[in-house]
């Protein structure tokens, strides 16, 4: 596989070919800060053949030593404020933050005040907001490859 792609690289400099339209990626760390989990869905379903997340270089992974993003779902609890900002605190340098729904937004919160820290944004510094309850697959592939462009 790896000669492969170092002979179609090779023949891409041969016949002078543009590079590819994106050589970027991002790796994104997932963190559910207390949603209804109707965002995970979404989410899961852009690693499905259909949306085939990983073919624009985006990819979910498991450690935030790992992630470019640090993508949250949900208004975050007062069990996850911790665990939320020990994750940001693990994630190098530049980091970017994605609010991702209306509940990470701070819209239509439901829960009691005291369960409740508040929308991403009254912990984090957020980069990148995804409204939607929940926003569709296109919605989030199209939010996030924005964010590659932006780099």
């Given amino acids: 596989m790896l000669t492969l792609l170092r002979d179609l690289r090779r023949l891409r400099k041969l016949l002078d070919l543009a590079p590819?339209?994106?050589a970027s990626s991002l790796a994104i760390r997932h963190v559910d800060a207390g949603?209804?989990?109707?965002?995970?869905?979404?989410?899961?379903?852009?690693?499905?053949?259909y949306y085939?997340?990983?073919?624009?270089?985006?990819g979910i992974v498991?450690?935030?030593?790992?992630?470019?993003?640090?993508?949250?779902?949900?208004?975050?609890?007062?069990r996850m404020r911790e665990p939320l900002l020990v994750a940001y605190a693990a994630?190098?340098?530049?980091?970017?933050?994605?609010?991702?729904g209306d509940c990470?937004?701070?819209?239509?919160?439901?829960?009691?005040?005291?369960d409740?820290?508040?929308?991403?944004?009254?912990?984090?510094?957020?980069d990148l907001r995804i409204p939607g309850c929940p926003p569709t697959?296109?919605?989030i592939a199209q939010a996030l490859l924005g964010l590659i462009d932006a780099r």
């Fill in 20 to 22: 590819p339209e994106r």
């Fill in 35 to 49: 949603s209804c989990n109707g965002c995970e869905h979404e989410l899961t379903l852009l690693s499905s053949p």
């Fill in 137 to 139: 697959p296109e919605a």
């Fill in 52 to 58: 085939d997340l990983q073919r624009f270089g985006l």
């Fill in 91 to 100: 994630m190098p340098e530049p980091r970017r933050v994605a609010a991702l």
């Fill in 116 to 126: 409740i820290v508040g929308p991403v944004d009254a912990l984090l510094p957020v």
């Fill in 104 to 114: 990470a937004l701070g819209c239509n919160l439901l829960g009691s005040a005291e």
């Fill in 62 to 78: 498991a450690s935030p030593r790992h992630a470019d993003v640090l993508l949250i779902t949900g208004p975050v609890t007062s």
